[in-house]
């Protein structure tokens, strides 16, 4: 079992930025795909950015391609969201999730666990 913690949502300025951490439990973290995805309030879950177990391979969505940046760090078992330029578009629950392999995904099917969400809200 894997449990994922998210952390470091809040309340930004458009133009800002934000990092999000997600924690991993497990001992299987650097041969586990992780994903970033979020939902805003009437919408379904959108796949945000990916990530390959060595972080070798990253996938990011168009809408926040040269704006997020995917990263990970095996060594502490967490996976990390750089959002910078925000927009209000951007406002959302972000949840983070990880596969029991290593290739990444870009829809929530895939993904065998889920973090509990944290959320972002960019005001203009």
């Known amino acids: 079992q894997v449990q994922l913690v998210e952390s470091g949502g809040g309340l930004v300025q458009a133009g800002g930025s934000l990092r999000l951490s997600c924690a991993a439990s497990?001992?299987?973290?650097?041969?586990?795909?992780m994903g970033w995805f979020r939902q805003a309030p009437g919408k379904e879950r959108e796949f945000v950015a990916a990530?390959?177990?060595?972080?070798?391979?990253?996938l990011h969505a168009n809408s926040v391609k040269g704006r997020f940046t995917i990263s990970r760090d095996n060594a502490k078992n967490t996976v990390y969201l750089q959002m910078n330029s925000l927009k209000p578009e951007d406002t959302a629950v972000y949840y983070c999730?990880?596969?029991?392999?290593?290739?990444?995904?870009?829809?929530?099917?895939?993904?065998?666990?889920w973090g509990q969400g944290t959320q972002v809200t960019v005001s203009s």
């Open positions: 999730a990880a596969r029991r392999n290593t290739f990444v995904a870009v829809t929530p099917g895939p993904y065998d666990y």
């Open positions: 497990g001992r299987t973290f650097s041969s586990s795909a």
């Open positions: 990530i390959s177990g060595s972080g070798g391979s990253t």
